[in-house]
């Protein structure tokens, strides 16, 4: 299992593309494996016959876990099976030592913690996230009960170890105090209320949580806890934009890859945050991180939660190619096949919900960027032009702000560069 992402510490064998005994060329489509940010594609290093497999569909397993043998004569019998828990969770047994089978799970109360579980190397299962915000408030992870598959410390099972604690799950504006003691194995944890109950009658389909599903919800959870967001809203003239793109198009022709909204407002961004670097940052434990390249990640909904493939080096590239790019970007996220490059890096995100009809939204930030652009659509709305109200198409935009990193005042300068230049679109390419 490699690491296919750079906050990537376990992956889930999503589908196998190869089976026993096929034939492997270096570079082939061996499996699906779903990561925390995308699922993609596992390429065989070597060449040779596929002997075995050692992970079956579904099976999440840390990286650096083998997952296949390709070989001509390998002996199978040797390479231990990796220990595959009843939570569906993998992990290395000793290499000496064939893999002991699953325990049977253990019927758990509903609605309480557990205690944390340890993997067969006697580490507490917890997720990433989990384990940062716990060292970040001084917290034992091994003392904390899990309320995951198998007892696994989940974000919520740390977040309320510290309100049990007394500390706020916020990170303290001034200099931290000696950290606290950590949680004692018998600190008592609140209950959590039950899932409501459909009414009698009523019929209920439960859905399974994919991975991307669970791993963005708690990507975003510690964005709004962790983040003091606050929002900036301008209202931009559309019509300018609207024409300067269907003249761009129709010089172009039918054989370019046409330019959309969403590519002028991707290269505005970028033209912009070079005037404003205090946007293109991130809040770090002892300073804030100012990116010197710009990277616009932009944010494609897929059927199974959201991804945010990046265009790096934006304000570099000519609109024609941010154009290229974006569209080959989201094909990728819809089939599965974004690399590792193309998911990491941003500094700066752009959601757009106009082609769903959405006027105006608030977006949450992308952890740990500093901000992310909410893009409403063009649509139809009185305006006043020289004294005069007269139909016009507006366009709504909203900046979601992480206060510890900027305020208001940078913020609103931004936008209102942002919106001069959307407003003369001939600017953005000059």
Known sequence: MPRLSDTMEQGTLSRWL???GDQIHKGDAIAEIETDKAVMELEAYDEGQLTRTLVTEGTTVPIGTPVALIGEDVATESTPTPNVTAAGTASLAEAAAPAAPPAPPIPEPPYEATAPQADSQGEVRASPLARRLAREHGLDIEAIPGSGPGGRVVHADVEQAIADRGAPPAAAPWPAAPGPAALSPSAPLRR??????????????????????????????????QAPH?????????????AFR???????????????????????????????????????????????????GIAVALDDGLTVPVIHDADRKPLTEIAREAHSLAEKAGT????????????????N???????????????PQAAILAVGAAHPEPVVRDGQVVAGTVMALTLSIDHRVLDGATGA???ADLKSLLEQPLRIVV
């Open 246 to 296: 269907a003249e761009t198009n129709a010089y172009l022709g039918e054989h370019a890859d046409h330019i959309s909204v969403n590519d002028l407002i991707v290269k505005a961004c970028a033209t912009v945050l070079r005037s404003h670097p205090e946007l293109n940052a991130s809040w770090g434990c002892t300073s804030i991180q100012r990116y010197r390249r710009i990277h616009i």
């Open 230 to 242: 606050f929002y900036l809203t301008s209202v931009v003239d559309a019509e300018p934009l609207l």
């Open 192 to 225: 959590r209320p039950p899932a409501p109950t459909p009414a009698v009658g009523e019929e209920v389909d439960e859905i399974p949580i994919s991975r991307i599903r669970l791993l963005t919800a708690e990507r975003l959870i510690h964005s709004v806890r």
């Open 413 to 415: 300068v931004f936008l």
């Open 336 to 351: 599965g096949h974004l690399s590792i490059d193309e998911i990491t890096g941003g500094t700066f995100t752009v959601s």
């Open 353 to 367: 919900l106009g082609p769903y009809g959405i006027d105006h939204f608030t977006a949450v930030i992308n952890p």
């Open 18 to 20: 190869k089976h026993e």
